[in-house]
């Protein structure tokens, strides 16, 4: 049974077997999760982003889409990078946004990762308004087929963990 919990932090210093980066599709690092992860994870989170680029993924990681690689410094075994899709008014993304959590927690089961650490993908500088960007998480972490036994929400400031805790308890 996959439990959801919830967490107000840095998800740098989650202590999991996979910790999801919200990235850009470079892959190379950029700002916000992915920077920070970058930053404390280490050189060896960049050269295997490196190695991808150069061998699956030459034009980017696609929106929707996860990839892993060593976690390098961080408390963690790997470092499953996904790509969200940016907000638009114009145009329904959810579908992305969603695909975004399935295949994170799909590669998670090819790696035989049990615990995972997710950021609120796309929330950030990618414009998805929090209420919606948790109601998709929230609602395609539960209805996910896993062997992943806890997700772990990690939101970095107090607006963004009341808006997943109202969103745990109505989902």
């Known amino acids: 049974m996959l439990r959801v919990t919830l967490v107000q932090g840095d998800i740098t210093t989650e202590h999991v077997d ?3 980066n919200a990235a850009n599709s470079s892959l190379l690092g950029g700002g916000g999760v992915d920077g ?3 930053r404390r994870g280490g050189p060896e989170i960049l050269e295997a982003c490196r190695v991808l680029r150069r061998s699956h993924y030459g034009k980017g990681l696609p929106t929707g889409r996860a990839v892993a690689t060593t976690a390098g ?5 790997w470092v499953i990078h996904t790509v969200g899709p940016v907000w638009s008014r114009e145009e329904d993304r959810s579908e992305l946004l969603a695909s975004c959590y399935r295949e994170s927690l799909r590669v998670a089961d ?3 990762a049990r615990t995972v650490a997710f950021p609120a993908i796309s929330t950030g500088v990618y414009g998805w308004p929090m209420d919606d960007g948790a109601r998709i998480a929230v609602e395609t972490v539960r209805s996910a087929k ?3 036994e806890e997700v772990r929400f990690v939101l970095f400031d107090e607006r963004a963990f009341q808006v997943f805790v109202e969103r745990t308890h109505t989902s």
């Open 73 to 77: 410094r961080l408390p963690a075994q």
């Open 18 to 20: 996979a910790i999801v």
């Open 146 to 148: 896993t062997e992943v």
């Open 36 to 38: 920070a992860i970058h």
């Open 110 to 112: 090819e790696l035989g």
